[in-house]
């Protein structure tokens, strides 16, 4: 069955601690990955995507993720963190050439202490 | 470039009653989905739409719930009659093709928040 899972449902740091997020998938073929991050009052929005090329790729604001392929893996990373990324963050896969279809994971909360 | 419309953004009905929940996507996006995230999780596609047409609605509970995108832009979905568990956000999403044919990302609107009491 293809699902997401991300390993840690709640995560609180201090401000400039550094951020990782895991995120395992299980999904036949060839994926595209995403994580979504959604800030207080505000809607879901790309954080970044990983479609093919370089696995390490670079998001908005300082984040940046690792797709290793033979751990079905995902995760989200940030060297220091700012109180304001506090927020929920969604990893999602896509089958690629598929129906354009995210599965996501339940998410993660993340709450940073000034 | 504006974002992805929905209306309303709350809505508190009792069981048995019914709901619509409205979308407008991206200007020049083909592609529509309707997700529902029931709090605590993440969300879970409803149904996909390309232009007019149904791509996927095999998550769809169609005893109860309907979406049409007549003219393939704005879209609308149903529910009726309402039950306690579809308490939910309703999301809106859209996205454009690549190239090769494959789907962009998707850009999501703010939700309508549906409460069933």
């Known amino acids: 069955a293809q699902s997401v899972s991300q390993h840690n449902h709640h995560v609180i740091l201090s401000e400039a601690a550094s951020l990782e997020l895991g995120c395992n998938y299980s999904y036949g073929g060839t994926v595209n990955l995403f994580w979504y991050v959604q800030y207080p009052g505000q809607h879901l929005q790309l954080l970044l995507k990983?479609?093919?090329?370089?696995?390490l790729v670079k998001g908005i604001k300082g984040f940046e993720a690792e797709f290793i392929k033979s751990k079905f893996s995902f995760n989200l990373r940030k060297p220091s963190v700012q109180w304001s990324d506090t927020a929920e963050y969604f990893c999602?896969?896509?089958?690629?050439?598929?129906?354009?279809?995210?599965?996501f994971g339940q998410g993660t909360t993340l709450q940073v202490k000034p | 470039e504006a974002g992805v419309a929905q209306s309303p953004r709350y809505k508190i009905i009792e069981k048995r009653q019914s709901v619509a929940f409205w979308c407008n996507p991206i200007?020049?996006?083909?592609?529509l989905y309707w997700y529902q995230q029931i709090l605590g999780q993440g969300p879970k596609l409803l149904i996909q739409f390309q232009n007019n047409g149904v791509v996927d609605d095999s998550q769809l509970p169609k005893d109860r719930f309907s979406a049409e995108r007549l003219k393939g832009v704005d879209s609308t979905l149903k529910i009726q009659p309402a039950k306690l568990e579809d308490s939910a956000v309703y999301l809106c999403a859209s996205s454009s093709r690549l190239a090769g044919g494959s789907y962009n990302e998707q850009f999501f609107g703010p939700g309508t928040r549906l409460t069933v009491l």
């Open positions: 999602a896969v896509s089958g690629s050439g598929n129906t354009g279809k995210l599965i």
């Open positions: 200007s020049g996006h083909a592609t």
């Open positions: 990983y479609f093919s090329g370089d696995p």
